[in-house]
């Protein structure tokens, strides 16, 4: 299996994708912002489909516009505060609207469906060095502004008051999160991705340990079920993204049933 070069380049981008996604998710998670995944994964569709009309890379225009989905839902969320869930509902609803114009129009049917379901075996090099330059930069990131990122985190209004940047923080975290899943979803598709931002995390909380040990572990967790997915999908010649989501599931249920154990 591992002397093939397309298996080679899937483990790799795979691994890298499970190691980012619970970085990001950890935080959406303690915010309760799990569906500003969903959101964000359907916005980067959007920019996949207006890539291919507009005749330019679909990575590049899927970056671009899931960034600035991602840094619009932060600026409705900050004057809107009570309605955070409502307005990711809208902007969801316009990127469902944008793709499903475009592709129904017959412009954008040139493999929109490997970003749907996800592609992972027919990676490239180029997907895997950006994928890796992602999450470079998102684990330098997120190193940098730990503190700040854990204080706005469990406290917004009290990291206002020690005087911390929050909005500043904020923003940086929303194009980190609009990154991450715009890389991402030519690896795991856009139906998959929400899964290994919410479900290892969730996973991994089960443990009740500290924010550090349950961030590594939901990345040991996310590394195993996307690993291990791989795997099973060559072996049992199924989707490989389907195939990391049954497994990012069965792996959650586990946890809950041995819950009572770690009490």
């Keep these: 299996m591992l002397s093939y070069p397309f298996m080679q380049n899937a483990l790799m ?3 890298l994708v499970a190691i980012l996604s619970p970085i990001i998710g950890i935080f959406l998670v303690l915010r309760r912002y799990s569906m500003m995944g969903d959101t964000l994964a359907h916005s980067s569709l959007a920019g996949v489909a207006i890539g291919i009309v507009a005749g ?3 990575t590049l225009s899927s970056v671009i516009f899931t960034a600035l989905a991602a840094v619009f ?8 505060k009570r309605y955070a869930e409502i307005l990711m509902s809208v902007v969801l609803t316009l990127s469902v609207g944008i793709a499903i114009v475009l592709v129904s129009s017959g412009q954008a049917n040139t ?18 060095y950006l994928v890796l330059l992602v999450t470079l930069v998102t684990v330098a990131t997120v190193y940098y502004f730990y503190h700040e990122l854990i204080y706005t985190t469990f406290d917004e209004d009290g990291a206002h008051i020690i005087n911390i940047k929050v909005k500043r923080v904020n923003y940086i975290f929303a194009l ?5 899943i715009a890389v991402s979803i030519r690896i795991t598709g856009v139906l998959v991705i929400s899964s290994l931002i919410v479900l290892p ?4 909380m089960q443990f009740k340990k500290g924010f550090k040990h349950t961030l590594f572990l939901s990345i040991a967790v996310g590394l195993v079920d996307v690993l291990l997915g791989l795997v099973l999908s060559y072996t049992l010649d199924s989707a490989p993204g389907g195939t990391i989501a049954l497994l990012s599931v069965i792996t959650m249920v586990i946890s809950l049933l041995l819950n009572p154990l770690n009490k």
Excluded: C, H, K
């Design 13 to 15: 981008a795979g691994a």
């Design 56 to 58: 330019i890379s679909p």
């Design 73 to 80: 839902i932060e600026f409705l969320r900050e004057r809107f």
């Design 111 to 128: 493999n929109i469906n490997q970003y749907l379901f996800g592609s992972i075996l027919t990676v490239t090099r180029q997907d895997l």
């Design 176 to 180: 980190l999160m609009g990154l991450s």
């Design 201 to 204: 995390v969730a996973t991994a």
